[in-house]
């Protein structure tokens, strides 16, 4: 199977390989695609050389699947002469994820709503996928009604400048700043751009994402994103009220027992998730579970997950997996 990977050289790009080596998924031929000042280098792919190519070259080349993190930009322009082609994208960008007639998917939870139709799928927000993969079950047992979420995101989420920057503090060297503060040392409450109302992109991707992939407009949900200087992954304090009422072990079991999530959560020996421990895994961790005696059926949880892993990389690998197992897509 011919599979195009579009953003090759950037942060996530690269986790996408790593985790197409990993998971042996059945690869005759690897298209890796950047902007024009990459065309011709090489990337190794399973030990192979391969030379970056132009995206029109890719798009001729017809691949069966395209994954993609390049921007919204680069999506809105590009995916769609992919799909031209027969190709199925699977984006990673937030171009697509609120367009009503595109599905925004994590496997685990409603890749069954896709079918041969979907030749643009969008991928979640990393901050979002690590919610929903916890909150999922808990909704179809108790019912969620409402979600106060505050994030501590990782630097990398914001790209390889501010990873830069953070080292360059690090190390009192001057280069690139992706943001006009220091990081380092500091935490900012600002992730992705200011709306009007004054909610960033990041919190307000929260909202409606979460919503549309529980398929529930009822759910009341209400963010703060943070910027921190940690590498490993994004963590989250969420806060949820259900309409029904439920027990902290019982809810311990239901995700215990969900694929893809991890309960760490025994307070006695100093066991819950932290970004350092979650890195370079695939899945999502829950811990500190405990009812808030504030309101009635309310619980809190903290979850982490590697932010360009399940939350970028891997959740778009699999995606494309569940569309081969299905074959949802031409070989
Ligand atoms: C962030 N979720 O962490 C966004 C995009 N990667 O900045």
Same mark, same amino acid.
């Given at each position: 199977?011919?599979? @195009?990977?579009?953003?090759? /050289? ?15 998924? +059945? ?6 695609? @950047? ?92 901050? /979002? ?32 400048? @501010?990873? +830069? ?43 409606? +994402? ?7 407009? /009822? ?78 059926? @309310? ?14 990389? /891997? ?11 299905? +074959?949802?897509?031409?070989?």
């Amino acid at each position: 199977m011919k599979i @195009a990977v579009v953003g090759v /050289t950037g942060m996530v790009g690269q986790v996408m390989l790593k985790v197409l080596e990993e998971r042996n998924l +059945e690869i005759t031929e690897l298209i890796p695609v @950047a902007s024009e000042k990459s065309v011709g280098t090489e990337i190794v792919f399973k030990g192979k050389p391969y030379k970056v190519v132009s995206m029109q070259d890719a798009i001729d080349m017809k691949p069966a699947i395209a994954l993609f993190s390049a921007g919204g930009g680069v999506s809105l322009e590009n995916a769609p002469k992919f799909a031209a082609v027969g190709t199925t994208v699977i984006d990673n960008s937030s171009a697509w994820r609120m367009e009503a007639d595109k599905k925004l998917v994590v496997p685990e939870i409603n890749a069954d709503q896709l079918t041969t139709n979907d030749k643009i799928i969008a991928n979640p927000n990393c901050s /979002t996928i690590q919610l929903v993969m916890a909150l999922a079950p808990l909704h179809k047992k108790y019912g969620i009604k409402r979600l106060v979420i505050s994030t501590y995101q990782s630097i990398t989420g914001t790209g390889v400048k @501010a990873v +830069e920057q953070l080292e360059n503090e690090y190390t009192n060297t001057k280069g690139a700043m992706a943001y006009p503060y220091q990081i380092h040392r500091n935490a900012l409450p600002h992730c992705d751009v200011f709306e009007e109302n004054g909610y960033t992109k990041e919190e307000l991707k929260l909202v409606r +994402e979460t919503q549309k992939i529980l398929d529930d407009k /009822t759910i009341a949900v209400t963010a703060t994103a943070v910027r921190i200087p940690v590498v490993g992954g994004h963590s989250e304090s969420v806060n949820v009220e259900f309409h029904n009422d439920f027990t902290e072990s019982e809810v311990r079991a239901i995700l215990a027992d969900t694929d893809g999530v991890t309960v760490q959560d025994n307070t006695d020996v100093n066991l819950y998730p932290m970004p350092l421990m979650a890195h370079g895994k695939d899945d999502v961790f829950v811990g500190r579970i405990r009812r808030d005696h504030s309101a009635p059926n @309310a619980l809190n949880m903290w979850i982490v997950a590697d932010n360009l892993r399940k939350g970028a990389a /891997t959740n778009a690998v699999q995606i494309a997996e569940y569309l081969i197992k299905n +074959e949802l897509v031409s070989a």
